[in-house]
C-alpha cells in the first residue's frame, strides 16, 4: 500500500492517505474557486478510512449544488484547506492535492463542473469532462 503524506502550509497540521490509486480531479466549482482563491482545485479522492488527519482543523459547513452538505476542513492555524466531506459522496475524503509532501504522481483523469470554469482555463485533452458532477 502506499502512503502519502501531506501537511497544511504552517505544518501543524499533517494527514496521510493509505491508497495505491485515488481518483485525481480537478473542480472548476465556484465554492472550490472561492475556498482556494483560484480557478480550481485538484483533489484526491479516496474511501475515507484510508485518510488519517492530525492538527488543529476547523470545519466550515457548506452546501453543493445539490443543496446536501460539504463540509471543508482547514488548518486551525493557517488556513490552509485540507480536505472535504461531501454528502453527495458518503464515504469519500477529499483531499487538496496541493497540500501533499510529494506530488509527482498526481495526474488528473476527470474535471468537473466545468460550466463554471473560468474562461481562461484550459481543459486538458485528456480527462474526462463533466458539466456538473458525475452520476
Not at 39 to 55: C, H, L, Q
Not at 56 to 74: H, I, Q
Request: proline residues 6%; neutral net charge; aromatic residues 8%.
Amino acid at each position: 500500500m502506499t502512503r502519502r503524506s501531506g501537511s497544511c502550509l504552517c505544518g501543524k497540521s499533517h494527514f496521510t492517505l493509505d491508497d495505491d490509486q485515488p481518483t485525481v480531479a480537478i473542480c472548476h466549482c465556484t465554492h472550490c474557486q472561492k475556498s482556494t482563491a483560484s480557478a480550481f482545485s485538484i483533489v484526491a479522492i479516496s474511501p475515507r478510512e484510508k485518510f488519517t488527519v492530525t492538527g488543529p482543523l476547523k470545519k466550515f459547513a457548506d452546501k453543493g449544488d445539490s443543496n446536501l452538505a460539504v463540509d471543508r476542513w482547514f488548518c486551525a492555524e493557517c488556513g490552509s484547506p485540507i480536505w472535504t466531506e461531501a454528502e453527495a459522496m458518503p464515504g469519500a475524503a477529499i483531499v487538496k492535492a496541493g497540500c501533499f509532501d510529494d506530488t509527482s504522481w498526481l495526474k488528473p483523469t476527470l474535471q468537473i463542473y466545468c460550466d463554471s470554469r473560468q474562461n481562461w482555463a484550459p481543459l486538458a485533452c485528456d480527462t474526462a469532462n463533466f458539466a456538473k458532477a458525475p452520476g
